[in-house]
T-cell receptor, first 110, second 115 residues
């Protein structure tokens, strides 16, 4: 079952913050986050494996609330290079496959 | 050195033709995947192989046939191409698979256009 991301699109000015949410109707084992720039392949950002876990990657961090079956990606003081489409991928316990959400398009303007 | 490489990058063909896309990874990973990304950017898993064994086979028309001659290669053959097959096909690999799927490394993608 495909996770649902929100919002579908965000437009920010450089330096502003953004939050992208990812929700699942099923219990999750892990959540992955990827970024895809136009015309390129998706690139891995991070994996969250435990309920309540938070991870950071420069000014990009994420949280995983296992009980709520939700993950959020936080981008602080956004840079032009953060523009792209962000995908969450979720895996259910014992499941083989990683299923991606529909993506959130982030545009950062100067 | 390209970690996951796909060929060709672009493919333009007529309906009804048969075409293949090849993928190779030099990361020593055990698991490889094919994902399809449609015009709405939806990334959908098609197949996954772990050490040459098929472990994921999504609801994909049987016109699509993957083949993994060894764990470093995963090819995709498509018979009787249809307009709806137009998409970008991404190959990916990961060190582990199954419930412990780690980071996916994606190839650059192969853009298939069916006319």
């Amino acid at each position: 079952q495909q996770p649902v991301q929100s919002p579908q699109a965000v437009i920010l000015r450089e330096g502003e913050d953004a939050v992208i949410n990812c929700s699942s109707s099923k219990a999750l084992y892990s959540v992955h986050w990827y970024r895809q720039k136009h015309g390129e392949a998706p690139v891995f950002l991070m994996i969250l494996l435990k309920g309540g876990e938070q991870k950071g990657h420069e000014k990009i961090s994420a949280s995983f609330n296992e009980k709520k079956q939700q993950s959020s990606l936080y981008l602080t003081a956004s840079q032009l290079s953060y523009s792209g489409t962000y995908f969450c991928g979720t895996q259910k316990g014992g499941a083989q496959k990683l299923v991606f959400g529909q993506g959130t398009r982030l545009t950062i303007n100067p | 050195d390209t970690a996951v490489s796909q060929t060709p990058k672009y493919l333009v063909t007529q309906m009804g033709n048969d075409k293949s896309i090849k993928c190779e990874q030099n990361l020593g990973h055990d698991t490889m995947y094919w994902y399809k990304q449609d015009s709405k950017k939806f990334l959908k898993i098609m197949f996954s192989y772990n050490n040459k064994e098929l472990i994921i086979n999504e609801t994909v028309p049987n016109r699509f046939s993957p083949k993994s001659p060894d764990k470093a290669h995963l090819n995709l053959h498509i018979n009787s191409l249809e307009l709806g097959d137009s998409a970008v096909y991404f190959c990916a690999s990961s060190r582990l698979g199954g419930a412990n799927t780690g980071e996916l490394f994606f190839g650059e993608g192969s853009r298939l256009t069916v006319l």
